[in-house]
């Protein structure tokens, strides 16, 4: 090793400067001293800094200051050595431990400490590895952006300076006051705050987490768009959907396309084509082919309307149907306007639309019960202006079942179809056993028409008659015994002896041709 006089350090200087130009070539631009060492660095100039100067070289606009340098003229690389430093252009800053520079190519690893400022955004990592061609910086042992009150982990990443893009892939987490991302792969936009995912990702808000393979997010907007197995979580239900949009400013989301609500804490899933999601009101309204399914270790309830709404919180949620709302489970069926269900008191009201004053008027009873809530169990139609179906919460099971007004039971003969068994009454109060109703009794006005059999099954007559309060005794086939808890006023005619008109109950109507019998009808 040998000192080289000033001399020989000035004519190196201007020969790296000027011997190669139609070549761009490293430039010394200063160094305090020069040494060589041919054991350790052949074909290598050792260039050192001093406390007031340090060594400073430059390629193609580019300049890199370090406290020693070992620079291969040759071959135009260079290795800059401790407390580095790299300016290119007006706003790309690099500092690092140090730095291997070729200048053929262009392309540079930086190690120790790296850290790479551009505008507003810091880079650090341990190893960088920067392409000048492309303009690309990569990380591939852990990097951290900051960037505004934005801050990003991830294993991997490549920097594309020119359009201001970073591009992340393993074990990604953006730390930001509104919202916590974490993912796979994703590409994102600086200073813009926006967001696109290429791969598993989990968006986790102060009341909200939403899941992912592919989407967009607005950082600055707090708005996204997810599709591929998107999902979010809000207020303890579970939305799923083909694509989900969300606006975190009105704490609102939809989702399009065989999309599901599920509530957590009721077991209440409802699936359907479009929905909304408003945080605030602590609601979700399905509207396009909705169908709801509650489901219950017993069995499960299907329910279709044209419009469905989960409201309130979990101690007060309430489900609603609106319009030509049809429901399923496996004793049971039913029809009407509205539904309601509140699974807290154990309360379901099959409710019928409001009729003016007119209407009441002009329209005859048979048509009031045409459009009435009605429901099937077993042979049994049962309707009123409304239906109230009560449960056993602790059990899970439906304990009882109340029509309020106009209530009117059918059942068709079992043993000559041709006849129906009617009863009517202001209100009718219904028991359940093991899910299926096991007596009725109807109270005030009740109105009874029945046919009676002996045991070889012939029609013995037709017992029509009035009574305060009748009671039904239901089997598995059927009544099976009815009992008048007040005197009644009838007898029993030759089925002979009755015109066909009166053989019905006034307000009579057969509406078998409406009932629900399998779950599949509720998803056509």
């Not at 660095?41 to 400073?56: F, T, W």
Request: glycine fraction near 6%; proline fraction near 1%.
């Amino acid at each position: 090793m040998f000192k080289i006089k000033t001399i020989s350090l000035l004519i190196l200087i201007f020969s790296s400067q000027y011997l190669f130009a139609q070549e761009k070539k490293i430039e010394i631009i200063s160094a305090s001293s020069l040494d060589k060492d041919e054991l350790l660095y052949p074909d290598a100039n050792i260039l050192k800094g001093s406390i007031e100067k340090k060594v400073h070289l430059r390629h193609d606009e580019m300049d890199i200051y370090s406290k020693n340098a070992i620079f291969f003229q040759k071959k135009n690389k260079f290795i800059a050595i401790g407390d580095v430093l790299l300016k290119q252009g007006d706003s790309l800053e690099l500092k690092c431990d140090s730095l291997n520079y070729d200048g053929k190519i262009k392309k540079f690893f930086s190690y120790g400490k790296v850290s790479l400022i551009n505008k507003m955004t810091k880079l650090e990592s341990n190893e960088l590895f920067y392409d000048r061609n492309k303009n690309i910086a990569s990380f591939f042992n852990g990097g951290n952006i900051i960037d505004s009150l934005t801050t990003i982990q991830s294993e991997k990443g490549d920097y594309l300076i020119d359009i201001d893009k970073y591009k992340f892939r393993n074990d990604i987490i953006i730390i930001n006051p509104d919202y916590t991302i974490e993912s796979e792969s994703l590409d994102y936009v600086i200073g813009q705050e926006k967001t696109y995912f290429l791969d598993s990702t989990k968006i986790t808000g102060d009341s909200y987490e939403i899941t992912c393979k592919r989407g967009f997010y607005n950082g600055k907007l707090l708005k996204g768009y997810f599709i591929d197995n998107a999902k979010i979580l809000m207020n303890d239900r579970i939305i799923k959907g083909d694509s989900i949009f969300f606006d975190d400013n009105i704490k609102y989301a939809s989702a399009t396309k065989q999309i599901s609500i599920f509530d957590r804490n009721e077991k209440l899933q409802i699936l359907g084509e479009f929905a909304e999601i408003f945080e605030e009101k602590d609601s979700a309204i399905v509207t396009l082919n909705p169908i709801a399914i509650n489901t219950t270790e017993i069995d499960s309830l299907f329910i279709s309307a044209d419009t469905l709404y989960s409201v309130g919180d979990k101690k007060n949620r309430i489900i609603k149907g609106l319009n030509n709302v049809k429901f399923f489970k496996k004793n049971m069926s039913g029809k009407s306007d509205y539904i309601q269900i509140d699974e807290n008191k154990g309360l379901t009201r099959l409710i019928r639309k409001k009729l003016g004053n007119r209407d009441l008027q002009i329209m005859s009873q048979e048509q009031i019960n045409q459009i009435n809530p009605i429901i099937w169990d077993g042979n049994n139609q049962i309707s009123g202006d409304e239906i109230i179906l009560k449960e056993n919460v602790k059990e899970n099971k439906l304990d009882s079942l109340i029509v309020t007004n106009n209530g009117f039971i059918v059942e068709r003969d079992t043993i000559d179809s041709n006849n129906y068994n009617q009863i009517k009454g202001i209100k009718i109060l219904g028991k359940f056993l093991k899910g299926k109703i096991r007596s009725l009794k109807v109270d005030q006005n009740a109105e009874i028409i029945y046919h009676m059999y002996n045991d070889e099954n012939e029609l013995i007559g037709v017992d029509k008659a009035l009574s305060s309060s009748i009671l039904m005794k239901i089997a598995q086939d059927g009544i099976d015994e009815i009992i008048f808890i007040t005197s009644p006023e009838g007898m029993l005619y030759p089925e002979s002896f009755l015109e066909a008109n009166e053989k019905f109950l006034q307000g009579f109507v057969n509406r078998e041709n409406e009932k629900i019998k399998s779950k599949s009808e509720l998803f056509k």
